[in-house]
């Protein structure tokens, strides 16, 4: 119970981050998607359902945050978190290299399909330059925040006690 008290209150936290300092985390008019890490880290330690809840959960935040169509982001996150969940069943996640490249890779998937969906809706904005603009600068942006948020949400949720030789 109190780590789904931790889960929910880690969502809502960095989705306020987000969208509350955009200013603190941009770089050359690039934002990190830190939903998007969150989705990636549940989805590696947890699996696509703990994944696409943390997905829906971050994303109808950052629709309401936006001014996006409603459920623009969840479907995003949903898809990656199913995907991403999905995949590293399949793969050896323990390297922080192959973390990153779940999130770059991840990074572009939302990127493209958030891009896709927005053209759709009004095809004068177009779909390569705001691709080759956001989206990919944005995924390697993310994706650089993985060692650091990783190894601050494995402290809160899966922090072991030392183990000790002794009988105790």
């Keep these: 119970m109190a780590k789904n008290i931790k889960w929910i209150l880690t969502i809502v936290v960095m989705a306020l981050i987000q969208t509350t300092w955009p200013d603190f985390l941009k770089f050359q008019e690039v934002l990190p998607d830190l939903s998007l890490l ?3 880290y549940f989805a590696i330690m947890d699996g696509e ?5 943390t997905g829906l959960i971050g994303g109808i935040y950052q629709d309401v945050a936006s001014d996006t169509v409603l ?3 969840i479907l995003c996150l949903v898809v990656i978190g199913y995907a991403v969940g999905r995949l590293s069943t399949r793969l050896i996640t323990e390297h922080p290299a192959v973390k ?3 999130v770059l890779l991840a990074g572009l998937l939302s990127g493209s399909l958030f ?3 927005a053209f759709v809706q ?3 904005h177009g779909f ?3 691709a080759v603009n956001s989206v990919v600068p ?3 942006y993310t994706a650089i925040f993985t060692p650091i948020i990783f190894f601050v949400l494995s402290r809160i949720f899966y922090h072991r006690e030392s183990l000790s030789g002794g009988i105790g």
């Design 49 to 53: 359902e703990r994944a696409m809840l």
């Design 138 to 140: 944005g995924a390697f």
């Design 38 to 40: 969150l989705v990636v």
């Design 115 to 117: 891009t896709a969906i």
């Design 100 to 102: 990153a490249g779940l």
């Design 71 to 73: 459920g623009q982001h």
């Design 128 to 130: 390569f330059m705001p």
């Design 122 to 124: 009004d095809p004068a």
